[in-house]
């Protein structure tokens, strides 16, 4: 514990940034009905209402109350592109990690269907699928997850490949340990590091991801708080000059780049001190 | 020689099968239905003779196998079906979009792909100064924005407070290219700008990670002059790198209108595929992704083309 408060205290002024920024958003996440001074889906007035005492961020085109739907949107948003991230490592991390120790076809299959699956643009291949099975909060993180384990799985796999190599691994091998064994007790904690600044990123990216198709309109559903619908929802605000369909933008923009700035530093401590 | 035209069939051999891969995906997708496309469409309420009429006006009664053949002949020969929605032919529909999103794309790559790559290499070369740092952070910011805010932040300030370019682009075949430069001047700057950062990025990794290897080191040991490690040593091997990088954020930046169009109510196919998912108007759909990912495919394997053509060792084996 006290050694990663040392780091933090040490680390670049940057990286302190995105540290607090990500602890922000966590505690209004989960303090956010606490915190927020009307419900998520309460109508309390008119629609376009301009900032003021009672509403002081305004309220959006159904007349409900900007500022708490902009913290309930924390939860929603940053909850769901988290969840989907998580699934996506499970299924990406692990697939990469076993064809890496068992090699052969196993690995073959699994890489080659990779393949095909990343030859199709993300976000049309998420647009097709969608338009097939419909877009619920299900099948919006389903499907993310399962397009997003694709790139999980290249960077598991050549990591693990690099250390599954190693002597100590092969005499785990010649114990006669089981695949379970090898990739949680000999592979893992030699990739975690790599891992965990993908996992930064990787939630980048899907939250942008998320936050994009709701704002089409494919994503997160009314009446639930969401950034993206949000700027959707109330976006001809803009041009009257009111700044107010880009507060939740925003929040998806600061929280984007506080993680790009943590990732990048994690990543500049673990090579040494490259580029 | 040979070994080049070796490499570089294989390439294209493993484009076209990723292609016909694709095809194949994008076919499929629909067959995931729960029942079909007819008893999506017509809903839960329609008769069975219905939906069998439905069916067989759609071909759905045919084998999946007979169905994809006719499907895939169809679009090589121009001809992408009707779409569910009005009726319309689907390759009218898409010409006239397709080439308005090929517009905006190709000016957004005319002004981002120079001033990304003169960014990246001022910046690989400077690295660690104070140029570098506040370029790479500005540039990390703006990769991490989504692509939404920086097209309102641009339509709030030039067409809102400044009044200088219109903020919605309703381009029509009538109007005069000056027009349709001026009101598709806003969606072409915010392609440009998310792209110019990623590209600028991957382009400082590339030739930093050249610039560290040994024969480089070795040719400034000899007292080589900077210019010339530059232009003879670097920049020969610094291609390949430089025209991946390109090319992949080209193929990215034909993915990232789509956001773009909609901000902007541009007329394009990005627009087009998500009006049509919205209604679940599933050939449209399909006849969309397909172009997107041909788009998306040929971009990546041109890459790896030009990339294999333009590396030093392979024009001089040693053998």
Known sequence: ?275 | MLSIIRLLSQRVALGLLSLFAVSVIIFLAVEMLPGDLAEAMLGQSATADTVAAFRAQLGLDQPPLQRFIGWMGGILQGDFGVSLANGREIGELVSTRLGNTLRLAGLAALISVPVAVLLGMLAALYRNSWFDRMLNTTALSTVSFPEFFVAYILILVFSVQLGWLPSIANITPEDSWLTVLERSMLPVITLSLVVIAQMMRMTRAALINLLSSPYIEMARLKGIKKSRIIYYHALPNALAPIITVVALNLAYLVVGVVVVEVVFVYPGLGQLLVDSVAKRDIPVVQACSLIFAVTYIALNTSADVLAIATDPRLMHPRS
Request: glycine share 10%; with cysteine.
């Open chain 1, 1 to 275: 514990m006290k050694t990663i408060a040392k780091h933090v205290w040490q680390a670049p002024l940057s990286a302190q940034f995105g540290l607090a920024v990500i602890v922000l958003y966590i505690f209004v996440a989960v303090f956010a009905p606490t915190l927020a001074p009307y419900g998520e889906t309460e109508v309390v007035g008119e629609g376009f209402a301009p900032w003021n005492g009672e509403h002081w961020l305004g309220t959006d085109n159904l007349g409900r109350d900007m500022y708490s739907r902009l913290l309930y949107g924390a939860r929603n948003t940053v909850g769901i592109a988290f969840v989907t991230t998580a699934l996506a490592f499970l299924i990406g991390g692990l697939a990469g990690l076993v064809a890496a120790v068992k090699g052969g076809w196993v690995d073959q299959g699994l890489s080659r269907i990779v393949d095909v699956l990343m030859a199709i643009p993300q976000l049309i291949f998420a647009l097709l699928i969608l338009s097939v099975v419909g877009t619920t909060v299900t099948s919006l993180i389903l499907v993310i997850a399962l397009l997003d384990a694709t790139r999980v799985f290249r960077l598991a796999r050549s990591v693990a490949m690099g250390v599954v190599t190693l002597d100590f691994v092969e005499a785990a091998r010649l114990r006669g340990e089981g695949m379970w064994w090898l990739i949680t007790r000999e592979v893992l904690p030699n990739t975690i590091a790599p891992l965990i600044a993908e996992f930064g990123l990787r939630f980048c990216f899907v939250f942008l991801f998320i936050s994009a198709l709701s704002f089409l309109g494919l994503g997160i559903k009314p009446p639930t708080a969401d950034w993206g619908s949000m700027v959707r929802d109330n976006a001809i605000l803009i041009t009257f000059g009111d700044i107010s369909p880009l507060l939740p933008a925003a929040a998806v923009a600061i929280l984007t780049v506080g993680v790009n700035f943590v990732v990048d530093w994690m990543l500049h401590k673990s090579s040494g001190l490259k580029g």
